[in-house]
């Protein structure tokens, strides 16, 4: 009881500090980068979910964060309903998403489940495309609404993910820890053994796969907000899926500081050098340093700080 | 004959045009030692992957304690009772020894609340089989007999009262063998029936109380360690024509 | 339909080597599209440098994928597959590398469409009444040479051979007295000499950009796994299902469809038969 108490305390400090830095106003810049680094902590703490607790590897995640991103511009577009009401449209849409894909998982493991997601994340794209309602392939402008609750409207929303982050990071770090968290690593080891000795699969991927959707839809709902111009190649980036597995590959993938670290690491070393050097030369970096982390250290930064201190 | 625990029901399992099993039928009463041959491809490991739910039969039916449960999925099964071990062992890798056994101690057996309970329990477990040393290390750091010791610990952590051993000793010295066999006829003792699927016949024939033959997906004869020796049909089928 | 045929062609020669990497060697390769740009880009270079035919060039490059296939496959050999680690983080690690692999290429020669320029880009023939762009026509005929030679390669020589026993067999390879690993370098280094060439069909059809790679990672797979996992012949009759079907979808529904065909029919091929179409 006592932990729990803690680690809702601890949950409430940083959201506190968050809206805090919000109403400091300082430069508008770190509002709107900050946004960016925070969004990659939901996004990688959503895929590590499924990837790293379950071990089936989504090379889908744009599919479902933008999936939530055109829940949000389809409500704008027919009731410009509140933004609270997107994030949960946007979550509940992308985690119908995740409980079918769990579904492929009973006939599709490893690579085929793999290369299944990133399948439906161009067959989305496609049909995202052809949908004008939605600005199709042209995109489409979103109005922001007028006077956020308070400072100016990329502070608020930063401030909104301040909040999602905190919540996506709570709810992984209760699944590490739970009877549900060494049932998805049992099943990860190897799912038939798991079976076998009780675990039911099928029910705690298909939860993986939701939870995981959910997440990641959430962090894709405020997303035409803070663009305000949406379109299909920004919100289907394959940037997302490198991202989304780079993060928590070079953070460590079995516990929930790994995601984290790594979004933050990762996420504000691109800020910067987007800023500094070249996009392009930003995505370089990512490229690389995923292939020398999945080569020289497979257990990620949280690997490599316990093999120190083991020792 | 005591009513029987398992009951198995003209079972059947094709895989495409392939029959791996045809109609067979076979009945393991409680607290028995079971043996169950036949030569390579006769369709022991397709049985037992029926029996244990990891494949949908075809046809005929399962039954477990007199309830139906051709249609109940593996996991359920395992809680109610009927818990495999693999002929490769299949360890859960990232884990300690003794973390691969709470995993069925708190899914199968369901000691669920309590963290400490179920880590005294592993170790007990571990003790029992002689295991205790390496309850920390990670199933990569363990030897050929200490993989297949974990198997079974990991086994009899899922509390069952019929246990399926599919060829826990295939490939151990004969001192290893014996090792093995003396935990299995502990947990008998115990009142766990066992399933013993096996090609070293010396174990087989020590083990088990009744033998059923399979071959080509085929009972072919059932009886005594003895009267299995001496059946000309039986030999027929290991030795060919 | 006979431009969907061409294509079926020209398609069965770029999934040639995820066919024989992912089919037969249960690599998950999902870099190959990338090296098929790589490709694209080696004969747009030799084109404008020194003027040289862009598929004369792909053939001339396959020695030098040949070597970067093989160090790679030793790359991901040592790291993954030896410790046992091969299926999760060797898909990240492949992923890493298309991803390298397209941002370099973006980094040098921009994100502008580039093409190549050869006497018979231009031209067609008439064959009773339908005219035939040779632009599509020899991409075609050039694939199904491939796919002949690969097949020659596979049947009849020793090292083909025994690339069929690493897929099903290990211990047939022993008899045969080969070491796996090399036969496994052998195949990987060829899948992606497969790939210098298949690049350059690729951009004698169409001019190209670095992320052409992302539309043809779901072709090549699809054809692979529809083509039933490592069959060649296989793979031909996926691949001309595939070119008709793109083709008729961009016809009826507009080009911006075509590409979600080849995706939907992989999900569907997978969900619903993993074997494929002449699959086991």
Not at chain 1, 258 to 274: D, E, F, N
Not at chain 3, 3 to 30: C, E, M
Request: aromatic residues 10%; contains cysteine.
């Amino acid at each position: 009881m006592a932990r729990s108490t803690r680690t809702l305390l601890v949950g409430l400090a940083v959201v506190g500090a968050g809206i805090l830095l919000a109403a400091l106003r300082v430069n508008p810049y770190v509002y709107f980068a900050g946004y960016v680094i925070l969004q990659y902590v939901v996004i990688a703490t959503a895929w590590n979910i499924l990837g790293g607790y379950a071990g089936y590897v989504n090379f889908g995640t744009p599919a479902f964060f933008a999936l939530g991103a055109y829940t949000a511009v389809f409500l704008i577009q027919s009731t410009r309903a509140p933004l609270p009401v997107l994030i949960l449209a946007g979550g509940l849409v992308s985690g119908l998403l995740g409980l079918g894909i769990g579904y492929l998982t009973l006939r599709l493991r490893g690579v085929f489940f793999s290369i299944a997601t990133l399948a439906l994340s161009i067959v989305l794209q496609t049909m995202i495309i052809n949908w004008e309602y939605v600005g199709g392939s042209r995109g489409l402008s979103v109005i922001r609404p007028s006077g956020p609750p308070f400072g100016s409207y990329v502070t608020f929303l930063f401030a909104v993910m301040v909040l999602l982050s905190v919540v996506a990071v709570t709810v992984a770090r209760f699944i590490e820890r739970s009877w549900v968290g060494r049932g998805l690593a049992a099943l990860r080891d190897n799912e038939e053994a798991a079976e076998c000795m009780g675990v039911p699969t099928l029910r705690l991927k298909l939860f993986a796969t939701t939870v995981s959707g959910v997440l990641l839809g959430v962090a894709g709902a405020p997303f035409p907000y803070y663009v305000t111009f949406v379109e299909p190649t920004s919100a289907f980036n394959l940037d997302y899926a490198v991202n989304a597995l780079a993060m928590p590959m070079i953070g460590g993938t079995t516990s929930w500081v790994g995601p984290v670290i790594g979004a933050v690491l990762l996420g504000t070393a691109q800020q910067l050098a987007t800023v500094t050097i070249s996009s392009e030369m930003n995505l370089f970096i990512v490229g690389v340093v995923l292939v020398a982390f999945v080569v020289l250290a497979p257990e990620g930064i949280v690997g490599l700080v316990r093999r120190v201190r083991g020792r | 004959m005591a009513p029987a625990l398992l009951e198995v029901d003209g079972l059947t399992k094709r895989f495409g045009g392939f029959t791996a099993l045809n109609g067979v039928s076979l009945d393991v009463t409680p607290g028995e030692r079971f043996g169950l041959i036949g030569p390579n491809g006769s369709g022991k490991t397709t049985l037992i992957n029926c029996v244990s739910g990891a494949l949908p039969a075809d046809g005929g039916r399962i039954r477990f304690e007199g309830r139906d449960i051709t249609a109940v999925p593996a996991h359920r099964r395992t809680r109610l009772g009927i818990v495999r071990s693999f002929q490769i062992p299949k360890p859960f890798t990232s884990m300690t020894v003794a973390q691969n056994l709470a995993i069925p101690l708190e899914y199968a057996a369901g000691a669920r609340s309590d963290g400490a309970d179920v880590a005294a329990e592993a170790m007990e477990i571990l003790s029992t089989i002689g295991l205790e040393s390496k309850a920390h290390t990670r199933p990569a750091g363990l030897t050929q007999i200490e993989m297949r010791k974990l198997e079974l610990a990991r086994a009899m952590a899922a509390k069952p009262k019929l246990l399926i051993s599919d060829e826990a000793m295939a490939g151990l010295s004969s001192a290893e063998i014996d090792d093995i066999l003396a935990i299995l006829f502990r947990l008998n003792e115990r009142g766990i029936t066992i399933i013993m699927i096996e090609h070293i016949m010396r174990a087989v024939m020590r083990f088990s109380e009744r033998i059923v033959v399979l071959d080509a997906g085929e009972r072919i004869a059932e009886g005594t360690p003895d009267a299995i020796v001496r059946n000309p049909v039986v030999e027929k089928a290991y030795l060919g024509e | 339909m006979v431009a969907g045929l061409l294509l079926g062609g020209f398609y069965a020669a770029v999934s040639l080597g995820v066919s024989l990497i992912f089919g037969l060697l249960d690599i998950a390769n999902i870099a190959q599209p990338a090296f098929v740009i790589l490709g694209s880009y080696a004969a747009y270079v030799m084109n404008r440098s020194f003027g040289l035919d862009a598929i004369l060039t792909g053939l001339l490059f396959t020695p030098v994928f040949y070597v970067l296939g093989a160090v790679v496959y030793r790359l991901y050999y040592e790291s993954f597959e030896r410790r046992g680690e091969e299926s999760l983080r060797g898909l990240v690690f492949f992923f890493g590398v298309l991803f390298i692999i397209e941002v370099s290429l973006s980094l040098k020669y921009g994100v502008d469409y580039r093409l190549v320029e050869a006497a018979y880009i231009g031209k067609s023939i008439d064959l009773g009444g339908v005219g035939i762009a040779f632009r599509l026509l020899v991409p075609c005929l050039v694939g199904l040479a491939m796919t002949l030679a690969l097949h020659l390669f596979l049947s009849r020589t020793f090292y083909g051979r025994a690339v069929m026993a690493v897929s099903q067999d290990r211990l047939a390879l022993r008899l045969m007295g080969a070491d796996p690993v090399r036969i496994k370098t052998i195949a990987f280094g060829v899948g992606i000499a497969a790939a210098s060439l298949a690049g350059a069909l690729l951009i004698t059809i169409a001019p190209v950009v670095p992320s052409t790679d992302r539309d043809y990672i779901g072709r090549m797979f699809a054809i692979t796994v529809l083509g039933g996992m490592g069959s060649i012949a296989g793979t031909l009759v996926a691949a001309v299902i595939l070119g008709v079907a793109e083709s008729l979808m961009s016809t009826f529904f507009g080009p911006s469809w075509s590409l979600a065909v080849s995706f939907g029919i992989l999900l569907v091929a997978l969900a619903v038969r993993p074997a494929g179409l002449l699959g086991r």
